[in-house]
């Protein structure tokens, strides 16, 4: 079965300018989220989608959105970047939105983009 | 809020030997799950273990092994017989029962010294 897929793998953007970044989760999952990693901040959560709902969202300004698919899957969206922008993005996608039992997050290989 | 905490920056050990890398952290909940990622200079996150907190048996999975302690709100790692393939970034996570956010801990940095 094939894991996680994130497009584009590298992505360079002057400030100012928008950027899409895309989530494909393993087949049969519908729980798809978004973590922004950086050297200063570490790891922090974006935002959480489950059956093209979002069930939650970190604390980001209104600049970072995102949305899901009926194919489960997602697409994040950064507008007017900022230089503070520039980290890993990574996606996790699971079986089910956690209710009950375990889902295990798997991650795909990240985006990384460098705001300039 | 829950936060967790990896109070090892960086941590080295000499391959074949064995090390234990520290995660506390802090809830008010009762049903919830923790997680040992690791990242390689690849970057992708992949998942080395997980405990599901209503279970008082200690997870373990090959060389990796858990000691969980819940009312101490600790979760470390313990890698035994270390090889060079270790050496990377670990992460402790914390993911609450209902929920599909995790919180992480800052990382230790895992060296292995040949």
């Known amino acids: 079965k094939a894991g996680v897929t994130q497009t584009p793998r590298y992505l360079i953007k002057t400030r100012g300018q928008q950027v899409t970044l895309s989530c494909s989760p393993i087949?049969?999952?519908?729980?798809v989220s978004w973590y922004q990693q950086t050297p200063g901040q570490g790891l922090q959560f974006l935002f959480e989608?489950?059956?093209?709902?979002?069930?939650n969202k970190g604390n980001f300004p209104g600049r970072f959105s995102g949305r899901q698919f009926s194919n489960s899957r997602s697409e994040m969206n950064v507008s007017t970047l900022e230089l503070g922008d520039s980290a890993l993005y990574l996606c996790?996608?699971?079986?089910?939105?956690?209710?009950?039992?375990?889902?295990?997050?798997?991650f795909g290989p990240g985006t990384r983009l460098t705001v300039l | 809020a829950q936060t967790v905490t990896q109070s090892q920056p960086e941590m080295s050990v000499q391959e074949a030997e064995t090390v234990t890398l520290s995660c506390t952290y802090d809830?008010?909940?009762?049903?919830?799950?923790l997680f040992w990622y690791k990242q390689p200079p690849s970057r992708q996150m992949i998942l080395v273990i997980r405990?599901?907190?209503?279970?008082?048996q200690n997870a373990t999975e090959n060389r990796f092994s858990v000691n969980f302690q819940k009312a101490a709100k600790s979760f470390s790692l313990k890698i035994s017989d270390s090889q060079l393939g270790d050496a990377a970034m670990y992460f402790c996570?914390?993911?609450?029962?209902?929920?599909?956010?995790?919180?992480f801990g800052q990382g230790t940095r895992l060296t292995i010294n040949p």
């Open positions: 996790a996608s699971s079986l089910e939105a956690g209710r009950g039992g375990l889902a295990i997050p798997f």
């Open positions: 087949s049969g999952h519908r729980s």
């Open positions: 989608y489950f059956s093209e709902t979002q069930r």
């Open positions: 809830t008010s909940e009762s049903d919830y799950y």
């Open positions: 405990q599901e907190a209503y279970k008082q």
């Open positions: 996570a914390y993911r609450r029962q209902g929920a599909q956010k995790l919180v």
